[in-house]
Antibody, heavy 121, light 109 residues
């Protein structure tokens, strides 16, 4: 069955960097775009970034553009999110998610369990 | 990339029907039939309930239905059950990005 396991979260000081990973299994990872979506404590969902199946297309939310970089390694079935210049407002649970189909515009379908990032001094 | 507008809360009694609205703009909801709805129970990951405005994934109860008119999408839950109590989020594609609603807390009285 489809599994998405996020890792790499933790406590980090403002201005520092962190890299999240998402290990995928149970489906052909290289066929699907992948998303990162976050949720601040007690708040709603916020889309962060998406990467196409081959890594050639990347889109970002304005709130993270220029600071976060999404990438993937299809040989390792792993999605990444490099987060630089972290701010307190980046504190959230970060979910990786796959769309229903192989088109980048397909609806976000299955979500991992998330990893918590806390930005605090 | 402004968030879609949802009511903060709705409530209904078991067996009743409720509708949650999701208002966007002509740049997102109004331009694409790519609206989805997610259910989230406390401490859990979201689960897709409706995609492409009105399509229901296999395994999702037919008590859940979706629709859209202009810049507003809607999720209707009929025959409310206690297990439907959760947070609900709409989401729309918006040309190179995705935008979520602020979420609606559904209380089953």
């Amino acid at each position: 069955q489809v599994q998405l396991v996020e890792s790499g979260g933790g406590v980090v000081q403002p201005g520092r960097s962190l890299r999240l990973s998402c290990a995928a299994s149970g489906f052909t990872f290289s066929n699907y775009a992948m998303h990162w979506v976050r949720q601040a404590p007690g708040k709603g969902l916020e889309w962060v970034a998406v990467i196409s199946y081959d890594g050639s297309i990347k889109y970002y939310a304005d709130s993270v553009k220029g600071r976060f970089t999404i990438s993937r390694d299809n040989s390792k079935n792993t999605l990444y999110l490099q987060m630089n210049s972290l701010r307190a407002e980046d504190t959230a649970v970060y979910y990786c998610a796959i769309p229903r189909g192989t088109l980048i515009v397909d609806a976000i379908d299955f979500w991992g369990q998330g990893t918590l990032v806390t930005v605090s001094s | 990339q402004s968030a879609l507008t949802q009511p903060a809360s709705v409530s209904g009694s078991p067996g009743q029907s409720i509708t949650i609205s999701c208002t966007g703009t002509s740049s997102d909801v109004g331009s694409y039939n790519l609206v989805s709805w997610y259910q989230q129970h406390p401490g859990k990951a979201p689960k897709v309930m409706i995609y492409d405005v009105s399509k229901r994934p296999s395994g999702v109860s037919n008590r859940f239905s979706g629709s859209k008119s202009g810049n507003t999408a809607s999720l209707t839950i009929s025959g409310l059950q206690a297990e439907d109590e959760a947070d609900y989020y709409c989401c729309s594609y918006a040309r190179s990005c995705w935008v979520f609603g602020g979420g609606t807390k559904l209380t089953v009285l």
